[in-house]
């Protein structure tokens, strides 16, 4: 490994003649020609992090299925690459993902659907749509049973009953969450399933958000967990093991490692048979993406120096309401050394619209452009108009 590369350099970001390029096109000139804030994704990065997690899973079993969970990032052309990446499905959470699933050409046994609180309308469509739903109340089941084909298969998610996130942080965790039937309430959920007249084929744990090496512990509790009511399960076709596998935000992030996770699907769910199934939405996407905006003030107070920009928090929630902070990089001049400390802030009228703070940066002006990376994963897709700030542009390059 070259020691001088900068941590969050890939086969497509790259420096190239002291410019910051995306799958060779230099992003300088992009976002130039395009305005900012301009979202730029790396068609073939998708594909890559795909394929990388197709063969992980291939080395543990032969019957697996990688559903792209496209609440990520639903941008037609990353939904297009997920589909010619081959043997990829959508993961979704709403009838309007769905929707857009159908519409971008996945059939609706490429589709998996995963989502909590659903409305008898939600239920309805689903029951119509044709696409496997995984529930995970009694209140769902009762009422999926009475709009749904007698016999319909579906799963059942399980709270993973674990703490485990990026930083451990409350918002990412899913374990004793709104998500999911505890594992002790197994045979009670078989049997209301039974009695709405489904038959359920797939049990699911999705464990968190961001899932650190650190926790890798806790996944190997959680994934017993998921094997035990797994072997309760007589008509079982699926173990749905969610997502949260992530990459670095920062130099000195420690991801679960893919193979990590990869020998605990093999310690305790291949054995048992069933197809294994993944709903990846970060792993895929976020290191494809990044967020360019322009400098328009840089200014010193007693508070602290501050560079602000023409984009807030609406366009990407990650550093302001979740605390994940993300790599800040001069278009020009991507490899300088830091020449100041200062926060980033956006333009929002609002005191959380901090893109990053006491971050070492080069030397930069008002009038440069900078990068937020990685940026691919739940950015564009949880924009918001707050301040009618939502205003932004994406383009896929590769
Ligand atoms: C059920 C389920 N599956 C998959 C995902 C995708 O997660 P990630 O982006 O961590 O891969 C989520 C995210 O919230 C989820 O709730």
New binding site residues.
Partial sequence: MNNDLPWWQTESLTVQDGALCMDGVVLETLARRHGTPLYVYSRPTVQRQLRVLQAMLAQVTERYKVYY?M??NRHVGVLAAARATGGVGL?T?SPREVETALMNGFAPEEISF?GGMLSNRDLAYLAGSGVHCTLDSFSALRRYGEVARAGTSVGL?FDPGVAASYGQQPKMV?GKSK?GFDVEECAAALDAARRAGLTVDAV?M?IG??LPQSSADLVDWAFGRLAEVARQCPTLAMINV?????GRYLAADQPLALETWRDLIGKHLAPLGAAIVC?????VVAPAGLLIAEINTIEARRSATWVGIDAGHALNPLPALYDIPLEVISLCAPLAAPAMVANVAGHINEGIDIWARARPLPALQEGDLIAFFPAG??GASMASNHCMRGEFAEIVVG
Avoid at 242 to 246: E, H, K, P, Q
Avoid at 279 to 283: F, H, M, V
Wanted: hydrophobic share 30%.
């Fill in positions: 969970a609440k990520a993961d959470c995963n998610r899913y998500f699911a999705h958000w961001g969610g997502g949260g596998l992530g709903e990846p939405g970060t792993w994963a739940y």
